[in-house]
């Protein structure tokens, strides 16, 4: 901007003819352009310092958000090949044994009131017999009860029993039954039930006809009958069994062994693995727990249908193409007074296999993965999205090339785990801001991270050595932890030499500031003396006299 005084004394000129307020106007429009280029200077400079101060506090705050993930310790050994009980966190997939709740047609039995004043108070003899027509009987379904039985002839010796095509005996007292006897060959249901009897031995004869065998409510201990072939409804239920008769493979046969409290999941397994059976309410029917997954002795009950899925484990084991197969074996999580929600998971072991991804399938309810000693880089992607993956909180997976747990952000695995172990790896960060959190919503969470060799800078020293040692709890390895770009572990990083940065040109910010305040200071004093110079002697000094005409000057000239 140029500014003209008219009113200046047309008398003084200088050598080159022009009046001496020309040079004065001059001298103030060079004046005002410097103090214009100075101020513009200053405040860009003050400008750059404030944004690289809040760019790097932001940095800082960034760095110090809480974290969001949970983590819990799992079994002391890295391969997870001990089996222990766990307390139940996972929701697993429900269980799909066939389940069949009544019992069918063909079996017979009658109502127990039909026994009241059987004999009209005459006392009855070892060759009395003790059975009646059922009412509504014909020549196709010839049905028959007995009651009170202490000896077979008091059924042998009613007339015409080979005639009979159903037979239920109510209240027998008998130490064991032949199943081999004459008196049950031509029968299509036979039902024993409310008695006291111990054992039943051998078996029906090849000859035999019956269908549906009912044995509930008699204390049976045991039963060494073998089934036959054409059996094809077997009630044991209300017993003191612990095993279930031999049954052919692939017998398509369904059974009912509700309430028999001493039963025993490991004879129930080889049955259940021996071929396809159907059993009567298999949520609801439980077995006790024993040696045959490696437990410990037990009272613990589980549902008949988890045995089923075990099954399953063995047969959708991952079997990865030109590595090799996975093992996969069951762990019990136990419910505390709840046995309908004891549940059966898996154990997958995918280790030292040389995988560079994650198996693209798991049995159902894998509740712990081991993926150690391998190749793999990535593990987000089936957690966020394969169901199969859904019910793990163990996850194995040391020494790998695993660059980030970024990818685990939002997954169910992050909001349930219970131990992930990720030592040795390519970790680059650490995200405190998805840890915080984590690990403070669920108390007994651990991770284990030594070995990853982190990018060190002013804020490791800073906030994540801080961040750490409050984390020794969930990160028990935190003080193996190291530098890439440094030969140090985190937890030695010293904050006065990290945080030391090379200098840059807005370290002197403040110097140049200073030169051009005293460069300013000195030019009004030199155009204050020219200005008292020009009106006391009525001349400008040499200097001023002889500055070069700007383009700006030439608008304020008349």
Same mark, same amino acid.
């Given at each position: 901007m140029c500014i003209c005084f008219k009113d200046c004394p047309k008398q003084f000129k200088t050598k080159k003819n022009l009046p001496l307020n020309k040079h004065y106007d001059k001298l103030q429009r060079r004046l005002l352009l410097t103090l214009l280029l100075l101020y513009g200077g200053m405040v860009a400079i003050a400008s750059g310092r404030r944004m690289e101060e809040e760019n790097f506090a932001a940095g800082q705050q960034e760095s110090a958000l809480p974290n969001m993930n949970v983590i819990v310790d799992p079994s002391n050994n890295n391969n997870g090949l001990t089996t222990t009980t766990t307390t139940e966190t996972a929701n697993p997939t429900n269980a799909t044994t066939s389940n069949v709740e009544t019992t069918p047609d063909f079996c017979f039995t009658m109502e127990e009131n039909m026994c009241l004043n059987f004999f009209n108070n005459t006392a009855p003899t070892a060759n009395t017999c003790m059975c009646r027509q059922y009412p509504n009987s014909n020549s196709t379904h010839n049905n028959w009860y007995c009651c009170n039985i202490t000896q077979l002839t008091m059924v042998s010796s009613c007339p015409n029993y080979s005639n009979w095509t159903n037979l239920h005996i109510y209240n027998m007292t008998m130490p064991e039954i032949d199943l081999s006897l004459s008196i049950f060959q031509t029968l299509q249901s036979l039902a024993i039930t409310d008695g006291?009897?111990?054992?039943?031995?051998?078996?029906?004869?090849?000859?035999?006809?019956?269908?549906?065998?009912?044995?509930?409510?008699?204390?049976?201990?045991?039963?060494?009958?073998?089934?036959?072939? =054409?059996?094809?409804?077997?009630?044991?239920?209300?017993?003191?069994?612990?095993?279930?008769? =031999?049954?052919?493979?692939?017998?398509?046969?369904?059974?009912?062994?509700? =309430?028999?409290?001493?039963?025993?999941?490991?004879?129930?397994?080889?049955?259940?693995?021996?071929?396809?059976?159907?059993?009567?309410?298999?949520?609801?029917?439980?077995?006790?727990?024993?040696?045959?997954?490696?437990?410990?002795?037990?009272?613990?009950?589980?549902?008949?249908? =988890?045995?089923?899925?075990?099954?399953?484990?063995?047969?959708?084991?991952?079997?990865?193409?030109?590595?090799?197969?996975?093992?996969?074996?069951?762990?019990?999580?136990?419910?505390?007074?709840?046995?309908?929600?004891?549940?059966?998971?898996?154990?997958?072991?995918?280790?030292?296999?040389?995988?560079?991804?994650?198996?693209?399938?798991?049995?159902?309810?894998?509740?712990?993965?081991?993926?150690?000693?391998?190749?793999?880089?990535?593990?987000?992607?089936h957690f966020h999205n394969n169901p199969t993956y859904q019910s793990i909180v163990k996850l194995f997976a040391d020494n790998n090339h695993i660059e980030s747990m970024h990818d685990l952000e939002g997954t169910q695995f992050m909001d349930h785990f219970q131990k992930l172990y990720l030592r040795n790896n390519h970790l680059k960060r650490l995200p405190e801001y998805l840890l915080t959190n984590v690990l403070d919503s669920n108390v007994g969470r651990v991770i284990f991270l030594g070995g990853n060799k982190l990018m060190c800078d002013c804020n490791s020293a800073k906030v994540l050595k801080l961040w750490l040692l409050k984390r020794s709890r969930d990160i028990p390895d935190y003080n193996e932890i190291l530098c890439r770009n440094m030969p140090q572990r985190i937890m030695e990083l010293q904050e006065l030499k990290v945080c030391q940065s090379p200098h840059d040109w807005t370290d002197y910010v403040y110097y140049l500031i200073a030169t051009e305040v005293i460069l300013l200071v000195a030019l009004i004093t030199k155009v204050s003396y020219d200005y008292w110079v020009f009106k006391t002697a009525g001349y400008l000094p040499w200097p001023a006299s002889k500055m070069p005409k700007l383009p700006c000057d030439w608008l304020c000239e008349s």
């Open positions: 006291n009897i111990v054992n039943i031995t051998k078996k029906f004869s090849r000859m035999n006809k019956v269908k549906c065998l009912n044995l509930s409510n008699n204390n049976l201990s045991n039963v060494t009958m073998k089934a036959s072939i =054409q059996l094809k409804f077997l009630n044991l239920s209300n017993n003191n069994l612990t095993e279930i008769p =031999q049954i052919t493979p692939n017998h398509n046969i369904t059974l009912d062994i509700r =309430q028999n409290k001493r039963m025993l999941c490991n004879n129930l397994m080889a049955t259940i693995f021996r071929g396809s059976f159907k059993f009567v309410s298999p949520n609801s029917t439980y077995c006790l727990l024993d040696s045959a997954f490696n437990w410990f002795n037990s009272t613990d009950y589980i549902a008949i249908s =988890q045995l089923d899925i075990i099954r399953r484990f063995y047969t959708d084991c991952p079997v990865i193409q030109g590595k090799g197969n996975c093992t996969c074996n069951p762990e019990h999580m136990l419910s505390a007074g709840d046995p309908s929600k004891n549940k059966i998971f898996c154990r997958v072991d995918c280790s030292n296999l040389g995988l560079t991804e994650l198996p693209p399938k798991l049995p159902e309810n894998t509740f712990q993965l081991n993926i150690t000693n391998n190749n793999i880089t990535v593990i987000g992607d």
